[in-house]
């Protein structure tokens, strides 16, 4: 049956020839992309704000050039430059060992890129929410002899996480929309899923629609889970709007 005789839900069927089953797949590879990338990008976050208010001036210029570069520069460029650029540098430096080439994996290339991406956000967001803490507590933690780490653990950590869950809330939803970027390094998630269907069955609009959704249903889902994560952490606290 041709494209243009199938009716929507023929073309949104989950089973070839329709396009529901790609499209779903394809959903939650950009689900998995995310949490990869966002989780990377959240480590180096952590030791990029640490990083940043050490004091440690070498250190400073690094993380400060790194996230002022990044945030400067469009995402796209960022994707397209680091994934070619890295594979390739990657490939100049196995040769120097007389070792063969590699072709990178699509999917750990675009987790590495993204999440590297992520990391000069989530330096900003977590340096911030460490500089609302109350110098008191950390002080009253010194007082009590606790250890850098115990001292993180129980101070530092519960009381920045209400400052900064906001911002990393709408980090996730940040992230979850550029790995559509991935797209044009040829790895196939939702929206080049999307793409690939409007192309075969030329049904642009109902295919981008639908993808439109699934974007909005993971959002909404995202909403929830961090309202829950907020009220959590928030618990004992007075909020005023």
Do not use: C
């Not at 080439?101 to 900003?124: C, D, H, K, S, W």
């Amino acid at each position: 049956m041709a494209a243009g005789q199938m009716t929507v839900w023929q073309l949104l069927a989950l089973d070839p020839p329709g396009w529901g089953g790609a499209l779903l797949t394809g959903a939650v590879t950009t689900v998995a992309i995310s949490a990869s990338a966002y989780a990377i990008g959240l480590g180096i976050g952590l030791f990029g704000a640490i990083g940043k208010l050490s004091g440690h001036r070498p250190a400073g210029v690094i993380l400060k050039l790194y996230t002022a570069t990044i945030r400067a520069v469009p995402e796209l460029i960022l994707i397209v430059g680091l994934y070619y650029a890295g594979t390739d540098g990657l490939n100049r430096l196995l040769a120097a060992f007389g070792l063969p080439p590699i072709e990178v994996n699509g999917f750990f290339a675009a987790v590495a890129v993204l999440g590297f991406v992520q990391g000069a956000y989530m330096t900003e967001v977590l340096r911030g929410a460490i500089l609302a803490i109350p110098v008191g507590q950390i002080e009253a933690a010194r007082a009590f002899g606790m250890s850098p780490i115990l001292r993180f653990r129980r101070v530092t950590l519960p009381a920045l996480l209400p400052n900064a869950l906001p911002g990393l809330a709408n980090l996730w939803m940040s992230v979850t929309k550029d790995s559509a970027l991935v797209a044009v390094v040829g790895y196939q998630e939702l929206a080049l899923t999307t793409r690939l269907a409007g192309a075969n069955t030329k049904q642009y609009f109902l295919f981008f629609l639908a993808a439109a959704v699934l974007y909005l249903a993971i959002t909404l889902v995202s909403n929830l889970v961090f309202r829950q994560l907020e009220r959590r952490v928030r618990r004992g606290q007075r909020v005023t709007v």
